[in-house]
């Protein structure tokens, strides 16, 4: 089951029939709970009891992270000197932060051993020997939030001792196998305020839905079979196609994850909860920090209150910034798979954030040179730099096999095309030409502009009659104009 089908429509509409339908939270709770157990079991029933078992270890390491043992809190009329209660203190902390890592350390192998462990030894869902191993969907995205709920409860937040609560939030099937990343404290609030959504609110997850639906269906499934034979004939194909495919790419992988965000994001809101946005226009941005400020923006917040900030940020010094920069976008790129090019690709954008935190503190040096980054001529240079460096680096994303993405990377300049492949591809596959295909990618990127212009800028925003009476025309240009075999969510493999 997935979010462009029949059988989802009918599985969100049943599901919320029966939500609203039940008067108790604790009720409403327990549909979730099973609506989300169902849907992922559509998709691989195997890893429900693992799923539950890991679920149930968090939410137990969270009670004891979150019990207070401290002296003199549990027994009357305890009389120990202040030295004495300063090394029960100091035990008890220690215990904490042991429980705390062996918490994270749970998770973390579990990552490993389904996600890194297989390939090292060459083993993959693929393999034709009778030896596979196929990861949990989702995996990433579970692991993080079990790591971030451990830490905030070691940093004092209340641990919850509502096992259904929990297992609701790690299962909700809107969000489960590719985000956005939650935190368990904004669920639970959510969950002690539920009522049923206003007609605007109902509307507007409708309307959220439908432009997800369009992003992915229309636009990243169409862009995704043009990527898919450039990237499968690179030999054959010239530097302009491998340009072209390159950005489409990058637009595919844009459209295809936040096209998803917003189908959980507008399925969520019509279960009464608001899941963080994930996306705000990134590649209108003209640094790479900005960027990773606007895409997959709750991966971002992770890192840095998870990693970057734990590290010591920006605080001790330019030297250490840089190194822990670095660390956090190689860790980046290692969450996202266990390749050589997710590695390189990381790397990449820890050299693109050093060069802009130096770029940075050179600039406030010279007062002409800042002046300059904010003129049109410099803000349209320094998009023009940070894009290209973001697409370019997509390619070791797309091929993660370092020989593949070499080739594509030498390929970008001075080769030539073969004429098979033009005529092969253009004509009789796809049925257009090069021109055209960069048109499209120009309207795109057009779209996007107008959209940002018209949301950020003008605050200017559809009356929610227009949207009712849109959304059943983009479900039905969906219907109409999306391949006939839907390409399958890029996201679901990291």
Known sequence: MNFLSISYCFFLLSSLG???????????????LIASIVFYSSLQYQYIPLLLALIFLNYRIGIELGENTSPGKHKENWQISNEQWQYAQADWNNRRLKLLWIGMS??????????YLPPIFGISSSNNNGLKIIAPLGLSFFTFECISYLIDVYRGAPATNKFLDFASYKLFFAKFISGPITQYHSWENHLKNLSFPVVENVVEGLWI????????????????????????????????DIWLATIAYGLQLYLDFSGYVDIARGTALLFGIRLPENFDYPYLSTNIADFWRRWHITLGDWLR??????????????KRTYINLMIVMVICGIWHGAALGFVFWGILHGLALILHRFTDSVSDKYESLELF???????????????????ISWITFRLPNLSESGTALLHLFGHGGDAQFKEKVYIEALNTSPSQIGIILVG?????????????????????????????????????LAPQNNLPYIYFDF
């Open 373 to 391: 980054w904010q003129n049109p001529i410099g803000i349209f240079s320094a998009w023009l730099l940070t894009q290209s460096m973001v697409f």
């Open 18 to 32: 029966i939500y609203w339908s039940v008067n108790q939270a604790n009720q409403k709770v327990w549909v979730l």
């Open 209 to 240: 839905i439908a432009c997800g639906a369009v992003k992915k269906g229309i636009l990243a499934d169409n862009l995704g079979i043009y990527v898919d034979i450039c990237f499968k004939n690179l030999q054959r194909a010239g530097s302009g």
């Open 106 to 115: 749970l998770n973390i192998l579990l990552l490993f051993g389904f996600k």
């Open 444 to 480: 795109i990127f057009s779209c996007m502009t107008i959209s940002y212009i018209f949301n950020r800028k003008l605050k200017l925003q559809l009356s929610w009659i227009l949207k009712v009476v849109f959304v059943p025309l983009s479900i039905y240009a969906v219907w109409i």
């Open 305 to 318: 209150n998870y990693l970057y900030f734990p590290l010591g940020g920006s605080r001790k010094g330019l």
